[in-house]
């Protein structure tokens, strides 16, 4: 049985739940063990209309979920008139739904959760195994999401922005357990993009489909982060380059450009050079300059300045990093590799070695200690 | 959505505003003091933060590798070590402000005449995985 099919039709069968009367909370939570039963049931068993079945059984679960609840409540009421279990609509409004798990009402966590769960069609299990906390945890931090979101209405859209970030949130995260988060955002992202015509949502579309483009040369067999110079850019997955470019390329012509086509025409100007020498920097000084007219933010100044320092020589790129707060992430990791381009091998050990004691992630930090124990360790000789 | 350890010493923190040590409590301050950080953790899993809690036993050993062959070489415990770490929880929250105000939180955990004790407690960021976007 294919796993991520089933879970493609999640969203589909939760909004048919919901425009049958069904309260997103309890729909949600019917869909959910209908695709338990699924796992269980189809392998020996496969349904002619998966669709259809998953909706028959979660209506059901729904249904009677909800009459206990009412005999708890009113022994002497019974819910009446389910509706007949009729043709299933072809064409499902799962839009709507990526509006409501990304609600600006919830924090980033909660969204990135719920939207894994509704939208997804993860188990919690899985999620919490994804996000590295207890199950119980992240059925709370579910729970908690959905009742923030009870009484928002699943009938109109919302800010595409806030969808793209949590979406971006996920992709971030990449891989730490069982699931694949890259592979889940990008799936979601397609998904997205096909709901809706938004040149940003096909923006971040190519954005990740170029960085996961270059996953499996990301890192070495001994699990070491390999920086992007470095690349065996033979490993680059050119099917998913050529579609991440022809993405972004339809989405430019619209000329209604955001940060995320900024973002993806950087990755898509990597991805187009074929040795680290031929990588066209100015062409990259140019957009980060379109990304910061976009959203002035340190980071981008940062990067910026990483690209000034390759395009015009490694004095410019410092001279460019002066303007900047030196206690920015990662402000360090760039100065130090400015200078060592620069030829100041001292400095540079210094600054690696600082850079490597504030990283906030391992594998970047080993990086940065190998990087000082070259330099100290060829100054030695 | 990041992980902190929060860290509570034996010693070496500063000294809390409360400082009357434990076994000068009276029994029902004690269970106040422990109902108290179950509550903590029991609400902080309701929030969807909780990671790990866990307590440490004051005495340990330390050991070292002595050659190929040979069996380990312990040394210890040592009364006068500086530092002495004695429980910790693990959260998952979403920015740094949200870690400080848990901690702050817990440190007002109520100990002698049922006062808080204002102890301090340390907050350590876990290292992540590198993210997926990386320019």
């Known amino acids: 049985m294919d796993e991520v099919l089933l879970r493609g039709l999640t969203p589909g069968v939760l909004t048919i739940l919901v425009r049958r009367g069904a309260d997103f909370a309890a729909a949600e939570d019917a869909v959910q063990d209908a695709l338990v039963e699924a796992v269980r049931v189809w392998p020996a068993d496969p349904p002619e209309d998966p669709k259809g079945w998953l909706v028959t059984v979660a209506w059901r679960r729904f249904l009677d979920a909800h009459r206990s609840e009412t005999a708890r409540r009113r022994r002497e009421e019974r819910l009446q008139g389910e509706p007949e279990p009729g043709p299933v609509p072809a064409a499902d409004d799962t839009l709507h739904l990526y509006f409501l798990c990304a609600h600006p009402s919830l924090t980033p966590s909660s969204a990135v959760a719920l939207t894994l769960r509704a939208v997804g069609g993860l188990t919690t299990r899985q999620i919490a195994r994804a996000y590295l906390v207890p199950e119980a945890t992240m059925a709370q931090r579910i729970a908690r999401a959905k009742r923030t979101v009870a009484q928002v209405r699943l009938d109109r859209p919302g800010d595409v922005a806030t969808v793209l970030h949590v979406l971006y949130l996920i992709f971030n995260e990449g891989y730490s357990g069982d699931v694949d988060l890259a592979a889940e955002a990008l799936r979601l992202t397609r998904r997205l993009s096909t709901e809706i015509d938004h040149p940003e949502v096909a923006g971040l579309l190519a954005l990740m489909l170029l960085h996961h483009a270059r996953r499996a040369a990301r890192t070495a067999a001994d699990g070491a982060l390999v920086p992007l110079a470095e690349q065996d850019r033979s490993r680059w997955d050119t099917r998913a380059i050529a579609e991440g470019v022809r993405t972004l390329q339809a989405a430019l012509a619209r000329d209604r450009l955001g940060p995320y086509q900024a973002q993806a025409a950087v990755a898509a100007l990597h991805a187009d050079a074929p040795t680290v020498e031929e990588t066209d920097w100015v062409q990259i000084v140019e957009w980060y300059d379109e990304l910061l007219r976009l959203t002035d933010s340190p980071v981008v100044r940062l990067n910026r300045a990483v690209a000034v320092g390759e395009a015009d020589g490694p004095r410019a790129g410092l001279a460019a990093l002066a303007d900047l707060d030196a206690t920015l992430p990662r402000y360090t990791a760039v100065a130090a590799h400015l200078h060592e381009r620069d030829g100041d091998l001292d400095t540079a050990a210094r600054l690696y070695s600082e850079a490597a004691h504030q990283a906030s992630d391992a594998a970047e930090r080993d990086h940065l200690t190998r990087r000082a124990a070259r330099l100290h360790h060829r100054r030695q000789r | ?135």
């Open chain 2, 1 to 135: 959505m990041a992980k902190y350890l929060l860290l509570k010493h034996y010693r070496g923190a500063p000294a809390p505003v409360n400082d009357v040590p434990m076994d000068q409590w009276t029994p029902e301050e004690i269970s106040a003091h422990m109902r108290f950080m179950q509550d903590f953790a029991d609400r902080l899993e309701g929030t969807g933060e909780f990671v790990d809690a866990q307590a440490l036993a004051p005495e340990g050993t330390f050991v070292r590798f002595d050659g190929e062959g040979r069996p380990p070489v312990t040394d210890g415990p040592f009364a006068e070590t500086k530092d002495l770490i004695a429980g910790w929880m693990v959260i998952d929250v979403d920015d740094h402000d949200r870690a400080l105000e848990l901690a702050a939180e817990l440190s007002a955990a109520p100990g002698a005449g049922g006062r808080p004790l204002h102890e301090w407690l340390e907050v350590r960021p876990f290292l992540t995985a590198p993210p997926t976007v990386t320019e």
